[in-house]
């Protein structure tokens, strides 16, 4: 049936009503798309732009090269040097093992390190370079590189790696390097980047530790293409680091092969100090180490040598190890006990041999005794028995007062691996560590450096120094730092009456120039080289009663480590004094005998700034000493070598 007029006219309004609501709401989507599009295009053009970079652009970290360290003359002590390098890529190797196959049969690898960079290859992810062997020569780079088709994956680098030209005299001083490992992150409040990197190499020991931000510098950064697996496809930009700065250091690098030269053999340790500023210019410990086997990756049997030596060549004897200081500590007593104005220097006390304190005897070193005794000849000839007697007048406290007064008991700001503090011990001290009251037992056996009192080297050599100046010589390791030079350590003045001082000093010289000087064969006879020293002897075992009365058993008789520890400390010129030396030989007996001619030695060559003229040794010595210079000389020559290679 034809529908009317009349419903065919509401249809088409109806049908454009629709049209329209359904027309506007297109033009409105549209809109609303054109306008997101605008936004999206222009307004945020720079923030999408951003984000799509990031997707497919990484930066990574460029290490920077590694401050270099000087002596005080500039020759080099840690330098960095070109190091060739071959490195594999997993997923372009396709078979690791045959091509490490191929690889060794072209050049002569360690198979101990080439398994160990295997271990490595398949904890890392497919993409990412491991090394596989490091300080190759050019030749074995030029092999690489020939044979490059048959070894997929294989890459040969140029790097930079840590070298120290002189090797075990510096090791103590200097230190060495070594890659991050998880213990180094968990003991070091360090957020920096560069540590994140496999295999980068922070300061271990020495120097290079404890100066490891300085030196280690900023790092730079690459800009890198990669696709969806992360895997890099270009390098597209690069911003270089900052190179870490660079350290002088006041040791003399001549100074220092001399001493490792003259300790050569001895477990001993010696410390030189420039009495004029406070430098270091030696701070030597014997037997020492190559640094260099450490940055290379040690094998078992060097480590197992160095562990295993009974002479401890890790330790740094000179500033670590802490030893009674024997007879070289009665010059402390003698100040707190001339200041404390309990005793006058002409006073005498008589010396039979003991001395009996609440029915305990101790005894002197000289079984008959000395007789009586006054300032200048108890430390001339080293009497004990005037100790026993001024140190219960003044007591421990004071005595305790005056050896940090001259450094001792303290620990010593310096950049340098496991600085001893010592112990001046006094009351306080006994009662908090080990909760007993002070006795005067306690206090006799510390007055002549025995007991509880314990030094290193080097708080010796600062006692030494500061009784020479009268002032509060402090130790200086660190000469400049990128070229600004650091504090003076001269010190102000240390408050001790300069008479005091004076009494102090010409009985210390008469300790080596006296006809009965303990150290008299140690002299020095150039003119305006006279030296002033002390003598010390360690006790380390106890000596009974029963052996007192048989006779006490000589050092020569003993097991090595049974025998007493040998201590010489002095200053020179003793009318003008620019050095202050303190050696200690391990066991070595009498510091007349073992140390007191090595001190000699040292402070001579430091006086001359190299070898000395023989006349300036005693004439009997003069044979020996120069079949010794001939000897070390040889060793001396490679401080020349390592100025001219540089």
């Not at 680098?157 to 001083?173: K, T």
């Not at 001269?490 to 009456?497: E, F, K, P, Q, T």
């Not at 050092?555 to 090595?560: C, G, H, Q, T, V």
Request: hydrophobic content about 40%; overall charge neutral; charged content about 25%.
């Amino acid at each position: 049936m034809k529908r009317p007029n009349r419903d065919n006219g509401d249809s088409m309004r109806m049908i454009s009503r629709r049209g329209l609501i359904i027309g506007g709401a297109q033009v409105a989507v549209a809109g609303a798309l054109a306008w997101r599009m605008q936004s999206m295009q222009v307004e945020q053009a720079d923030q999408f732009r951003l984000l799509a970079e990031e997707n497919r652009i990484n930066i990574r970290l460029i290490p920077p090269a590694r401050g270099l360290i000087f002596d005080r003359n500039g020759h080099p002590l840690a330098e960095n040097e070109q190091n060739y390098r071959v490195v594999m890529v997993r997923e372009d190797a396709g078979d690791v093992e045959e091509v490490l196959a191929k690889l060794m049969q072209i050049v002569d690898l360690d198979p101990e390190a080439v398994a160990k960079a295997v271990e490595e290859i398949n904890r890392r992810s497919p993409f990412v370079p491991v090394t596989i062997a490091d300080r190759l020569r050019w030749e074995d780079v030029a092999e690489i590189n020939i044979n490059a088709p048959a070894l997929p994956g294989i890459t040969a680098e140029v790097g930079l790696s840590r070298a120290y030209p002189f090797g075990a005299p510096l090791g103590h001083v200097v230190g060495y390097v070594g890659p991050v490992s998880d213990y180094d992150l968990s003991r070091i409040d360090d957020q920096d980047p560069l540590l994140q990197i496999p295999k980068f190499q922070i300061g271990k020991t020495g120097v290079e530790n404890k100066l490891e931000r300085t030196l280690r510098g900023a790092a730079g950064t690459k800009r890198i293409e990669v696709n969806a697996l992360g895997r890099v496809m270009r390098e597209l930009d690069r911003q270089e680091g900052t190179k870490g700065a660079d350290v002088q250091l006041t040791i003399d690098a001549k100074l220092q092969t001399y001493c490792q030269a003259r300790l050569d053999g001895e477990s001993a340790g010696a410390v030189v100090i420039d009495l004029e500023n406070g430098d270091l210019r030696a701070v030597c410990s014997s037997p020492s180490f190559d640094p260099n086997l450490f940055v290379r990756g040690i094998s078992v049997k060097d480590w197992g040598d160095l562990n295993e030596n009974k002479y401890r060549p890790l330790a740094a004897k000179a500033v670590q190890g802490i030893y009674p200081p024997g007879s070289t500590f009665k010059m402390v007593t003698a100040l707190a006990a001339l200041e404390g104005g309990v005793i006058s220097p002409d006073e005498t006390v008589y010396c039979p041999g003991h001395t009996d304190v609440f029915g305990t005897r101790f005894h002197c070193w000289k079984r008959a005794g000395h007789g009586n005794m006054n300032l200048n000849e108890s430390i001339k000839q080293s009497c004990d028995c005037y100790y026993y007697e001024i140190s219960q007048r003044i007591g421990i406290d004071k005595i305790a007062e005056m050896a940090r007064k001259l450094g001792i008991g303290i620990k010593h700001d310096l950049p340098l691996s496991a600085v001893a503090n010592g112990l001046a011990p006094d009351k306080a001290w006994k009662a908090e560590v080990r909760g007993e009251d002070w006795r005067i037992g306690d206090t006799v056996n510390a007055s002549i450096g025995q007991g509880y009192v314990l030094t290193s080297p080097l708080h010796l050599a600062v006692m030494t120094a500061r009784i020479a100046t009268g002032r509060e010589v402090t130790p200086r390791l660190i000469k400049s730092v990128s070229g600004v030079e650091t504090p003076s350590g001269l010190g102000d003045n240390l408050g001790i009456n300069e008479n005091t001082l004076r009494r102090i000093r010409a009985a210390m010289d008469d300790v080596v120039n006296h006809q009965r000087g303990t150290a008299r064969r140690s002299r020095i006879v150039a003119d305006g080289m006279r030296m002033a020293g002390k003598t010390g002897t360690s006790q380390v075992r106890r000596i009974t009663a029963e052996e007192r009365a048989r006779g006490v058993t000589s050092n020569a008789d003993l097991p090595w480590e049974r025998r007493d520890h040998a201590l010489f400390v002095d200053f020179a010129p003793s009318e003008n004094p620019k050095f202050a030396v303190a050696v200690i030989v391990e066991h070595g007996g009498g510091g007349s005998t073992a140390a007191a001619p090595i001190a000699r030695d040292i402070t001579l060559q430091a006086l001359y700034d190299g070898t000395p003229p023989l006349e300036a040794y005693p004439s009997a010595d003069r044979g020996r000493i120069a079949e010794q210079q001939s000897r070390i000389e040889e060793l001396i020559a490679t401080v020349d070598n390592v100025q001219d290679r540089a």
